[in-house]
């Protein structure tokens, strides 16, 4: 697969990227350059290879899953600009 400039200014129009003119040849190569690099990853047998989330095996750090209350709800509203009984006050936007 490869792209073509009108297709690189498209993907740089959606990205809200500014792209000159003359950077558009450039950054086609480099998208057609990627693309093929990750075509060469779908050549590559992985039969048999478990998945894995990390190179060294690891295990996730437990918390005990215990209700508390929190206890925090006026440092949560400490910094909004109204509140009332521990809730955030904001304006009505719909009718």
């Not at 558009?24 to 190569?29: A, G």
């Not at 093929?36 to 290879?49: D, I, K, P, Y």
């Not at 996730?60 to 709800?73: P, S």
């Amino acid at each position: 697969m490869s792209v073509d400039a009108a297709t690189v200014r498209r993907i740089a129009r959606l990205s809200r990227i500014a792209l000159p003119e003359q950077d558009v040849p450039v950054m086609q190569d480099e998208i057609n350059a990627i693309l093929g690099f990750v075509e060469q990853l779908g050549e590559v047998n992985v039969e048999g290879v478990e998945p894995m989330t990390s190179v060294t095996p690891m295990a996730l750090k437990m918390r005990d899953d215990v209700v508390t209350d929190g206890e925090k709800a006026s440092k949560v509203i400490a910094n909004a600009p109204q509140s009332e009984d521990h809730y955030f006050l904001v304006p009505k936007v719909v009718e």
